[in-house]
Structures are given as structure tokens and as C-alpha cells.
């Protein structure tokens, strides 16, 4: 689609250089004619893509300020060419003046007040006006597989619009068709994670048709198209996420959104967890808790398959994620029998209760 664009403003300079080597305005030489039709045509696509990027409502407010102030400067060349005499040139000259002058504070005072207007009030007359690129959000195929973007997605903290290239969907689609069970199960995964987000009424989803035949890795291909559209990549794959940084693109890793909102304890806190099983080392025990953070339990290895409070000892942040150590003091903390569907969860023990 950017291939497409380009060829297009590029036929639109040719073509208005070719008019002005035959016609030759200006009494110009035919050389210098198609130069002035090249620059001429460059100028308008600088302004087209210049454009490109000014909100609905600047463009309604500037085109609005615009006439307002030709119309204001048609009426004031009325009045000036029957009250001011003077030579044949002096009045044609102001009045050029006054239109450019008008035409100019218009457009500016139009623009910077087109934010004001509410369009919401047309009634739908110019539909819902796109986001700017800078609020999209590429998915890349690992984050769709991954599914957890879909909760994110529910929880209403998304914003703008999740965009989700074409290029991506090839790939998920090959995933979605391997010969590998495990792989094809996982490209299915993806594409019913992304029907469940399309019919998600709160959010926008966009498919990108752009692509880039000379760039044949798909992450580079999400980088460049980050660079294009000056927008984020959201991944789970550490290995985008770093190279990505360092074409200075930014990315929301979705592990370290989960590592961000892992429970935080401290040493000397009380938690209630299931013990699943034997630890390592000498009468260890092991639990996790619902995010999946392992918790290992000192004198525990008795309390397997047992809801037990511990003492926290400390908390360990490692580079695939934290781990907390805990203490079972059978004199001190409780032993709670839980149903069989809830021994798996872990939650924080409330604080003993003072005596009365």
C-alpha cells in the first residue's frame, strides 16, 4: 500500500512536469517550465503529506477560518476600492494584501480553534474521526498466541487502536496449517484470540494491508512498520523487545506487565499457600501462587497437599521472575483444610487476631 502511494505521487510530479514542457507558462523556456512543474508537483505532495497528519478537526476549523476571512477580505476590498483613490496599482495591491492577510489569519485561528468543535454534534455527519497513529498498537504473533492481551483488552486499560498487520496474519496463518500438532494448535489459539478481540465493542482493531517485500524477517517487519506509523509494538518476545530498543522503537512486553503486577511481600509477612510438592532441598516444600510465582516453603515437606500460613524470610528477583522463601512454624502458623478446586489457589493469610 506505501509502494502503491508512492508510485502514485510520483506519476502526479512527472505528469505535471511533462504539462509544463509543452504548455511552458509563463512564456518560460521549455527546460526551465517542466522544472517549475517538478517543484510545483513536489509542493504538493509535501502538502498532501503534511496533511496527512492534521486532525479532522483542525482541517474543518482551518477550512472554516479560511472562507470566513476571503469573505471578510471581499467586503473590505469593496469598501477600500471605492474610499481610497490613489494610483491604478496602490489599490489592487492592498487589496491582494488584505486577501492574503485575511486568508492566512483565518487559516491559523481556524486550525488552532478546530479542537474545539465536537463533531459528535453533526450528528455522525463526519463519522468518528481515526486515531492518531501515534495511540496504535502493533500485535506481533507471539503476543496473539500468547492470549493474554485479550484480558488486558476486557480490563478497559487499552487505549487507541490495536493494529495488527497483514504480514503477522500470514504467519499465524501458516502456524494455524503446520504439520505439527503442538504448532498448529497454538496458530488456532491465535486466530480465535483474535476473533474474541474483534468483538470487543470498546476497542478499535485495524488490519494493515502495508507491507515490505525487501525486508523478509517478520520482527524487522514490525519495526519498520513502527517506524512508519510512529507507533508501539506490543510482544512477549524478548528478543523483538531488545532489538526493537535498539532501532528506537517503543515496546510493551507483556511479561514485564506481568512482573509488574506480581503481589509484592516482605520479609516477616504472613501467607497462606497450598503446598503442591517436595522441594529440593531438605524438608522443603514447594507452592505457587496464581501467577505463577514459586514459593518455597523450610520445614514443609510433611504440609504436601495442605493449605499452610508461612513466614515470608525473603524475596528473590531473578530474570524469569521473582521467587519468595518462606518458613512453616507448625507451633505457630495454622494448617487450613480447603476444597479440592481451591487448594490450588494461593492468597495472603490475614493477620492473627488480637486478643480480646
Given at each position: ?116 468543535l465536537n463533531l459528535s454534534a453533526l450528528g ?5 474521526e481515526k486515531v492518531s497513529k501515534s495511540s ?221
Amino acid at each position: 500500500m506505501l509502494s502503491d502511494l508512492m508510485l502514485v505521487r510520483g506519476l502526479f510530479i512527472v505528469v505535471l512536469g511533462l504539462a509544463a514542457f509543452f504548455l511552458m507558462p509563463f512564456g518560460l523556456p521549455r527546460p526551465w517550465a517542466a522544472l517549475v512543474g517538478v517543484v510545483f508537483g513536489l509542493g504538493v505532495v509535501f502538502f498532501e503529506v503534511r496533511l496527512k497528519q492534521v486532525s479532522l478537526k483542525r482541517l474543518i476549523g482551518a477550512a472554516i477560518g479560511s472562507v470566513l476571512g476571503i469573505f471578510g477580505a471581499y467586503l473590505m476590498s469593496l469598501v477600500l476600492g471605492g474610499a481610497v483613490g490613489g494610483s491604478s496599482t496602490t489599490v489592487p495591491f492592498l487589496q491582494l494584501g488584505i486577501l492574503l492577510l485575511m486568508t492566512y489569519v483565518g487559516l491559523v485561528v481556524g486550525a488552532s480553534k478546530g479542537e474545539m468543535l465536537n463533531l459528535s454534534a453533526l450528528g455522525g455527519l463526519f463519522g468518528v474521526e481515526k486515531v492518531s497513529k501515534s495511540s496504535f498498537k502493533i500485535l506481533d504473533t507471539s503476543v496473539i498466541i500468547d492470549g493474554r492481551i485479550a484480558d488486558i483488552a476486557e480490563t478497559g486499560f487499552m487505549d487507541g487502536s490495536l493494529v495488527i498487520p497483514q504480514f503477522v496474519l500470514r504467519e499465524l496463518q501458516l502456524v494455524a496449517d503446520s504439520a505439527d500438532s503442538m504448532k498448529r494448535n497454538r496458530g488456532r489459539r491465535g486466530l480465535d484470540i483474535l476473533q474474541r478481540i474483534q468483538k470487543m465493542a470498546q476497542l478499535s482493531v485495524q488490519i494493515l494491508e502495508d507491507d515490505f517485500p525487501n525486508v523478509r524477517d517478520v520482527d524487522m517487519k514490525l519495526i519498520e512498520l513502527a517506524k512508519v506509523y510512529d507507533c508501539k509494538i506490543i510482544t512477549n518476545d524478548f528478543n523483538l523487545n531488545k532489538i526493537a530498543q535498539l532501532h528506537g522503537v517503543e515496546v510493551l512486553n507483556i511479561n514485564e506487565l506481568a512482573n509488574a503486577l506480581k503481589p509484592i511481600v516482605l520479609p516477616g509477612e504472613l501467607m497462606r499457600v497450598f503446598i503442591l510438592k517436595e522441594g529440593k532441598e531438605y524438608n522443603q516444600g514447594v507452592a505457587y501462587l496464581d501467577d505463577g510465582t514459586m514459593v518455597v516453603v523450610d520445614n514443609a515437606k510433611k504440609m504436601i497437599s495442605k493449605t499452610i500460613d508461612i513466614a515470608v524470610t525473603s524475596v528473590l528477583q531473578t530474570t524469569a521472575g521473582k521467587m519468595i522463601f518462606g518458613r512453616f512454624d507448625e507451633r505457630v502458623h495454622g494448617v487450613h483444610e480447603k476444597a479440592p478446586s481451591e487448594k490450588h489457589k494461593s492468597e495472603h493469610a490475614p493477620s492473627p487476631a488480637s486478643p480480646h
